[in-house]
């Protein structure tokens, strides 16, 4: 993709509409910041082959010898869907516990997160960490499972044991957000009475209802589900992704199924029954592959398995043919499999489409702030809204309607401060004196040392006593003749 200009990103920036702000999250060596590489060279920033090995957001020394993410770094990026431009402000965060106060700052000032989880590893302590802190800013999040190439290459799975292992990882993930829902409804419930009521029955029993407030609350679109649209598999050192809905479209025009049922049966104990030329539920009692492993796992695995660990260049050159891809020779002579990899999932399924797609699709722009999330940006601590200055209450429209004209005032938010001595800042800090300066303290300080030596010897001292040379006092002459000679 061609570089976006400065002047184009500055008009985007007025059809707030189409804006995204948003920030990618995750446990430290997760993939963030490769994510972000891939997400940057889209945008002609940097390139393709570099993306993942360059760690451009990484700007500072520290960061680059360390190889991790210390700092919250921002940049802006310019994409279109279905004709329609948009611009996403994009913060990538650290992961490690020790930077978590760059974390916090980073969901406070966006719309939207991104959730990170290795394949692999799954939901560690510091995902949970940045799950719940999504929750309590009230930001939507959107999920990528990365380095789904370590469950190929290096844990040596077939897809039927990927797809189980990916549907734990789902579970781990909505589990921690289930967790957090009911503690916000409970929360809310104990909020409206004070102390625990309880309901007696027909029988004066008393019964103890926990669960009152549950039922009757929908939670399902708090949960990730690749059906919804919310959760890219992808593999960020290699550059590929994809959500369900590409393959949805793909076989839609292959087998003549119309792309909402591929949406709805794509992921779930479906399976394909050739003779009848319908898809059926119950694969997993049936032994059958589901339609997942079945139409998208297993061709990425037949990828791999050409390309990285057999090498078949026939194989390989039929299956670019088949996708219709374009590589080069010279890419095919390459000795690393791994760049034969990256130029024909680069071109097949692109990662930076599948999650730009995702992000624009599914999180918020700023005009979809919520009035309670206003109030809380707004008011400091324990201080209520209502306490607030009337003026300072009237920015809450200007804040809801996100206004860009001339009339529309201007709103600052400080995100982060640091507690800096005063002595360090800018203009009380000590600057390198000039030639003049230096000799006219010169010139001070011999006077005053004139001056103190004046002081002690008193009037009567000679004259040249004031230039600072060295007294000599005369002894009289009865003490001289009393030296050299016995007191005995």
Known sequence: MRRTSLDKIIAHQKN??????????????????????CLVASNGIISNRLAGKLRYLDSREDEQIRGITMKSSGISLHFTSDENDYLVNLIDSPGHVDFSSEVSTAVRLCDGAIIIVDAVEGVCPQTQAVLRQAWLENIRPVLVINKIDRLIVELKLTAQESYTHLQKILEQVNAVTGSLFTSKVLEERAEKSTDMQSCENQSGEQVYDWSA?????????????????????ASAIDGWGFRIQQFAQIYSKKMGIKAEVLL?????????????KKIMKGAQTKGKKTLFVQLVLENIWSLYEAVVTRRDKEKTEKMVTSLGLNVSARVFRHTDPKVLLSAICSQWLPLSQAVLTMVCSKLPSPLDISAERVEKLMCVGARRFDSLPEKTQELKRAFLECKNDETAPVIVFVSKMFAVDSKSLPQNRLRPLSQDELAQRRELARQRHAERLSAIQGPDAPEHAGNGSLLKTEVPAAENSCQGKSLL
Request: charged letters at 20%; hydrophobic letters at 40%.
């Open 213 to 233: 407030g549950l039922e009757e609350t929908d939670d399902s679109h708090l949960y990730f589900s690749p059906d919804q649209g919310n959760v890219v598999f």
């Open 16 to 37: 707030t509409a189409n804006i995204r702000n948003i920030c990618i999250l995750a446990h430290v060596d997760h993939g963030k910041t490769t994510l972000a590489d």
């Open 264 to 276: 709805k049966t794509l992921w779930g104990d479906f399976y394909l029954n050739a003779k009848a």
